[in-house]
């Protein structure tokens, strides 16, 4: 989720505005998305380029549920025909991604939205269970969501069932309560990288783990540091098709808005106990596209060039958009 300083202000938004975003229902419903085009750089409607990513195209999206916003991380699968998100009031968020003759992300189509359940089989509705952050689909086709706010990880078969309770890192605990894990993503060999957006043990870095699959469905925890600079927390990552891993780090404060880093680390980085030094792709800022980007997937196109995928939180806040944006990583 955003830092406490974007939080508050959108809380406050929401509440003059009257918003009060209810849960989406237990059945899943299909959900209508209107798309609108966007550029990459507002005052430079022919820019096509931002550091190393190059723009295949990108749209804000409005739909008619009240429910359908907050989208905290994503999955889209390698054929590039289906899209997964889930949202940090619990919903989840399924659709269809449409291009045009170019190979230009215009819309999503055959979209259909449903919520998460809790252990007693329910659909989760209270903000404290349901702040669902971060998501990854494991090897065999299951998904590992982790909430914040009270912090767990829980293992769903599909979406649309009873989850298992999932033993996380020892320290999951210890997180900020609006801190908590925002990055994760899975590994080959079934190896789970989660990084916290706010835990830190030592000065410039959060703590990350890696989750080594152990005996019952298990993971055996062990951390590292993952290093970062004032102002930008990580909120969302990836495995990029060659097997190193993508992260968004996000920066806010009233002056300057949202900012976020597009960054890369080599998997080798990743050893109990080490810390990870990304290397920045690019960096979003107005006057570019930007908002606030939780969700991040990676993908190969047709010609076999990396795609990366962010959307934004809105928040619920009516000063803030839904936005899905793609990117080909350059050489």
Same mark, same amino acid.
């Given at each position: 989720? /955003?830092?406490?300083?974007?939080?508050? +202000?959108?809380?406050?938004?929401a509440?003059?505005?009257?918003?009060s975003?209810?849960?989406a229902?237990?059945?899943?419903?299909?959900?209508?998305?209107e798309?609108?085009? +966007?550029?990459?750089?507002?005052?430079?409607?022919?820019?096509?380029? @931002?550091?190393?990513?190059v723009? %295949? #195209? #990108?749209? =804000?999206?409005r739909?008619?549920?009240r !429910?359908?916003?907050?989208?905290?991380d994503?999955?889209?699968t390698?054929?590039? %025909?289906?899209?997964?998100?889930i949202?940090?009031?619990?919903?989840?968020?399924?659709?269809t991604?449409?291009f045009?003759? !170019?190979g230009?992300?215009?819309? +999503?189509d *055959?979209?259909?939205m449903g919520?998460?359940?809790?252990?007693d089989?329910?659909?989760?509705e &209270?903000?404290?269970?349901?702040d669902?952050? /971060?998501?990854t689909?494991?090897?065999d086709? &299951?998904w590992?969501v /982790?909430?914040?706010?009270?912090?767990?990880?829980?293992?769903? %078969?599909?979406?649309?069932?009873?989850?298992?309770?999932i033993?996380?890192?020892a320290?999951? #605990?210890?997180?900020?309560?609006?801190?908590?894990?925002e990055?994760m993503a @899975?590994?080959? *060999?079934g190896?789970?990288?989660?990084?916290?957006e706010e835990?830190?043990?030592q000065?410039?870095?959060?703590?990350?783990?890696i #989750?080594?699959?152990?005996? $019952?469905? $298990?993971?055996?925890w062990s /951390?590292?540091?993952?290093a970062?600079?004032?102002?930008?927390?990580?909120?969302a990552?990836a495995?990029l098709p060659? $097997?190193?891993l993508a992260?968004? =780090?996000?920066?806010?404060d009233?002056?300057?808005? @949202?900012?976020?880093?597009?960054?890369?680390f080599?998997?080798?980085?990743?050893k109990?106990?080490?810390? @990870?030094t990304? =290397?920045?792709?690019a960096?979003?800022?107005?006057?570019?596209?930007?908002?606030n980007?939780?969700?991040?997937a990676?993908?190969?196109?047709a010609k076999?060039?990396?795609?990366?995928?962010?959307?934004?939180?809105?928040?619920?806040?009516p000063?803030?958009r839904?936005?899905?944006m +793609?990117?080909e990583?350059?050489?």
């Open positions: 989720m /955003a830092n406490r300083v974007l939080l508050t +202000l959108c809380l406050l938004v509440a003059c505005a009257g918003v975003p209810p849960p229902g237990a059945q899943e419903q299909p959900v209508t998305i798309s609108s085009p +966007l550029t990459l750089k507002i005052d430079e409607p022919k820019a096509a380029r @931002v550091g190393r990513l723009w %295949r #195209g #990108g749209i =804000e999206m739909a008619s549920l !429910n359908f916003g907050g989208l905290s994503l999955h889209v390698p054929d590039n %025909r289906t899209l997964t998100s949202s940090d009031e619990g919903a989840w968020l399924v659709a991604p449409r045009d003759a !170019n230009t992300l215009v819309g +999503l *055959d979209a259909r919520q998460l359940r809790g252990l089989g329910k659909p989760i &209270s903000k404290p269970e349901a669902a952050e /971060a998501m689909r494991l090897p086709g &299951s590992l /982790a909430f914040e706010r009270r912090h767990r990880l829980w293992r769903y %078969r599909t979406l649309t069932e009873t989850p298992l309770p033993e996380g890192p320290e999951i #605990g210890r997180q900020p309560a609006n801190g908590g894990i990055a @899975v590994l080959s *060999d190896t789970v990288i989660a990084i916290s835990y830190s043990r000065p410039g870095t959060v703590t990350g783990w #989750g080594k699959p152990g005996a $019952g469905g $298990g993971y055996d /951390a590292f540091a993952y970062t600079i004032p102002d930008y927390k990580p909120t990552l495995v060659d $097997g190193s992260t968004l =780090e996000r920066a806010f009233m002056v300057r808005g @949202v900012r976020v880093r597009v960054m890369r080599d998997a080798n980085q990743l109990p106990g080490a810390t @990870v990304p =290397e920045e792709l960096r979003l800022a107005s006057p570019y596209a930007v908002d980007l939780e969700g991040l990676a993908t190969r196109g076999g060039e990396t795609l990366l995928w962010l959307i934004s939180d809105d928040n619920f806040n000063l803030q839904n936005i899905l +793609l990117f990583l350059s050489q």
